[in-house]
């Protein structure tokens, strides 16, 4: 499920149209976030324009200025959205796994943040490639994001070596380090075979992570 979930991407109808203006300005937004997503990941952050956005967004150039500053506020928003959404999808993942199973938890931690971004490949290239370039704001949110992540591995971290599963501790930028590799296996996964592709990326991630923690390939099971 993503942005476009229960959006309808006609054209609102002039004058009463049975909606509180609360329930139209969501709709509109909503539609521009998928606008400016889908904008940009067919024709490159820098050559996006609001034009390109209210065109796919079915909406004025009024009602857009109503809403947003201009391009870079509504991705940043849309970006936002973005990662909102992934996280929520992650959450879901994870709760039928026992928390004493940290090996698992990376696992499907992994393998879910990978088929999200595969069944929504537009938010694949606005989190992992168009984000580098669009401004101070998004870089802000991306740094974020990426600190997000790799607390979730922190977490399953602290679990592993709690029950002795991992010989030392490592050090705190490991775990960003850890997050760097996933984004940039990511981002050439983009860049080559596509989104698609994203899923067979999970193992070789996996094993990324339980060398970074320091656990011999012969103990992972």
């Known amino acids: 499920m993503g942005l476009e979930a229960g959006v309808d991407r006609g054209r609102l109808p002039r004058g009463t149209h049975g909606m509180a203006p609360e329930a139209v300005a969501h709709s509109q937004r909503m539609r521009m976030y998928l606008g400016v997503l889908e904008a940009v990941a067919e024709r490159g952050y820098a050559a996006t324009t609001v034009g390109d956005i209210v065109a796919r967004a079915t909406v004025s150039r009024r009602t857009f200025y109503e809403l947003f500053r201009g391009r870079d506020d509504c991705f940043a928003e849309a970006f936002e959205a973005a990662v909102g959404l992934v996280l929520s999808e992650l959450d879901t993942s994870v709760q039928a796994t026992p928390r004493a199973e940290w090996r698992a938890l990376i696992r499907t931690t992994l393998q879910t943040y990978l088929q999200v971004l595969a069944d929504n490949g537009i938010y694949a290239r606005a989190l992992h490639i168009e984000c580098l370039v669009a401004g101070p704001i998004v870089a802000e949110q991306r740094r974020q994001m990426k600190t997000l992540l790799a607390n979730r591995m ?28 996933v984004d940039d296996r990511i981002r050439d996964c983009l860049e080559g075979p596509g989104p698609q592709a994203l899923p067979t990326l999970s193992g070789h991630l996996y094993q990324i992570t339980m060398a970074l923690f320091g656990v011999p390939e012969w103990q992972d099971d």
């Open 154 to 181: 922190r977490a399953a971290f602290r679990i592993g070596r709690a029950a002795g599963d991992i010989p030392v501790d490592i050090p705190a930028d490991i775990f960003d380090a850890l997050i760097g590799a």
